[in-house]
């Protein structure tokens, strides 16, 4: 069973950039496709970015200016970079693999503050 | 967006009895939706996708069904650790969109 793990580092200051790695053992991250979703405390789900076998992506509309998903198959693990991080950035912070997010990881919370 | 309202908010029964929950798409998104269940201080996890296919692992007790935009999540007979908010999410269109979720809670 594939295992996913993000990490990150739980506090960036405002205007910053946040950067998230999401490790994928016992298991390949290529042949796949890759997802960033997060959850907002107390609130719903939302998905934010993509990336697929050829690694071709797609973002959110509202957030993919400051928005970059990548994969590095040599470290096997799955990358996303949040520009100009504001409050409404804070959030559980999620990877999940394939179209239909079979497998998520335990997320990695987040919080926008100086 | 494909905007996705799912009923009701919340949904109180007891263990035993059966659970409807339902998916409304703003357009169709065929057969393209999925179901998440996610208790609390976990993530989410895959019930159902492409409408009605049980992923690997979960009961049969859950069942999807629908089209176009018309989507229901059922569980049968409530078992306690079925206790939790569900999620659609649809995959027909980018962005993918997700639905507010319905919590089942314990009556």
């Known amino acids: 069973q594939v295992q996913l793990q993000e990490s990150g580092p739980g506090l960036v200051k405002p205007s910053e950039t946040l950067s998230l790695t999401c490790t994928v053992s016992?298991?390949?991250?290529?042949?796949?496709?890759w997802s960033w979703i997060r959850q907002s405390p107390g609130k719903g789900l939302e998905w934010i970015a993509y990336?697929?076998?050829?690694?071709?992506?797609d973002y959110d509309p509202s957030l993919k200016s400051r928005l970059t998903i990548s994969i590095d198959t040599s470290k096997n693990n799955l990358s996303l970079k949040l520009s100009s991080v504001t409050t409404a950035d804070t959030a559980v912070y999620y990877c999940?693999?394939?179209?239909?997010?079979?497998?998520w990881g335990q997320g990695t919370l987040v919080t926008v503050s100086s | 967006d494909i905007v996705l309202t799912q009923s009701p908010a919340t949904l109180s029964l007891s263990p035993g009895e059966r659970a409807t929950l339902s998916c409304r798409a703003s357009?169709?998104?065929?057969?393209?939706l999925a179901w998440y269940q996610q208790k609390p201080g976990q993530a989410p996890r895959l019930l159902i996708f492409?409408?009605?296919i049980r992923a690997t692992g979960i009961p049969a007790r859950f069942s999807g069904s629908g089209s176009g935009t018309d989507f229901t999540l059922t569980i049968s007979t409530l078992e306690p650790e079925d206790f939790a908010v569900y999620y659609c999410?649809?995959?027909?269109?980018?962005?993918?969109?997700f639905g507010q979720g319905t919590k089942v809670e314990i009556k």
């Open positions: 990336i697929d076998y050829r690694e071709s992506t």
């Open positions: 016992d298991g390949s991250i290529s042949g796949y496709s």
């Open positions: 492409y409408s009605s």
């Open positions: 999410q649809q995959r027909s269109n980018w962005p993918r969109t």
């Open positions: 999940a693999r394939g179209p239909h997010l079979d497998n």
């Open positions: 357009q169709s998104v065929s057969s393209y």
